[in-house]
């Protein structure tokens, strides 16, 4: 694995000033600059630069899984502990094994750097649903989209027809203009769902 020592960084500003001092990616090697960066050092066959991931499956091939539970810090009516377990699922969750698996999407051997990415069938705001525009991933079902799944990127990477739509339901939250962002009251909240797995 290759460890970066970062002394700069001029987008984690909010994640520094939180305490954080590292972020632990689980990307796949494929599209991986680190060890794109390594192989054109040290050859294509070094090993140097491979993934945390690669390097954790391969010490246990038998359960090459993780799995991760966030949690909200900070909502006092939402007292789940955040959890990360690696070929192991937590207490009260083990019947996941048996539930059907959602395929990672587009999957199709092209070359461009792999995601952990499927299809999301549908989004709901407060019950009602909200119609996306047609995707521009080839192969996508009609009705449908493809969504990245990443625990560590801290903006909603989503069209801002679907932004405005979530936040534009708010009861007092208004588009700031000047400053391009949503200002929402602290006390007001809506309910959003996403659907997984729904043809």
């Given at each position: 694995?290759?460890?970066?020592?970062?002394?700069?960084?001029?987008?984690?500003d909010?994640?520094?000033?939180?305490?954080?001092?590292?972020?632990?990616?689980?990307?796949?090697d494929?599209g991986?600059?680190?060890?794109?960066?390594?192989?054109?050092?040290?050859?294509?066959?070094?090993t140097?630069?491979?993934?945390?991931?690669?390097?954790?499956?391969?010490q246990?091939?038998?359960?090459?899984?993780?799995?991760?539970q966030?949690?909200?810090?900070?909502?006092?009516?939402?007292?789940?502990?955040?959890?990360?377990?690696?070929?192991?699922?937590?207490?009260?969750?083990?019947?996941v094994?048996?539930?059907?698996?959602?395929?990672?999407?587009?999957n199709?051997?092209?070359?461009s750097?792999p995601?952990?990415?499927?299809?999301?069938?549908?989004?709901t705001?407060?019950?009602?649903a909200?119609?996306?525009?047609?995707?521009?991933?080839?192969?996508?079902p009609?009705?449908?989209?493809?969504?990245?799944?990443d625990?560590g990127?801290?903006?909603?990477?989503?069209?801002?027809?679907?932004?405005?739509?979530?936040?534009?339901?708010?009861d007092?939250?208004?588009?700031?203009?000047?400053?391009?962002?949503?200002?929402?009251?602290?006390?007001?909240?809506?309910?959003?769902e996403?659907?997984?797995?729904?043809?």
């Amino acid at each position: 694995i290759a460890f970066l020592n970062v002394t700069n960084a001029t987008d984690f500003d909010t994640i520094f000033s939180n305490g954080v001092r590292g972020i632990l990616g689980l990307a796949f090697d494929a599209g991986s600059t680190v060890k794109t960066t390594v192989a054109q050092a040290w050859g294509e066959d070094s090993t140097a630069g491979e993934t945390f991931l690669t390097n954790l499956f391969q010490q246990n091939m038998t359960k090459p899984f993780f799995t991760m539970q966030l949690c909200r810090s900070g909502d006092t009516s939402y007292t789940t502990e955040g959890a990360f377990t690696i070929g192991e699922y937590l207490p009260d969750y083990e019947t996941v094994r048996n539930m059907p698996k959602l395929e990672r999407f587009p999957n199709n051997g092209t070359g461009s750097a792999p995601r952990w990415s499927t299809v999301m069938s549908g989004m709901t705001i407060n019950g009602e649903a909200f119609q996306f525009d047609p995707s521009g991933v080839d192969g996508t079902p009609e009705g449908s989209v493809v969504a990245v799944l990443d625990t560590g990127y801290t903006y909603p990477p989503i069209p801002k027809n679907a932004v405005d739509a979530i936040y534009g339901g708010i009861d007092g939250a208004y588009y700031d203009t000047v400053n391009n962002l949503w200002i929402v009251p602290c006390n007001k909240a809506t309910n959003v769902e996403f659907q997984f797995g729904y043809v």
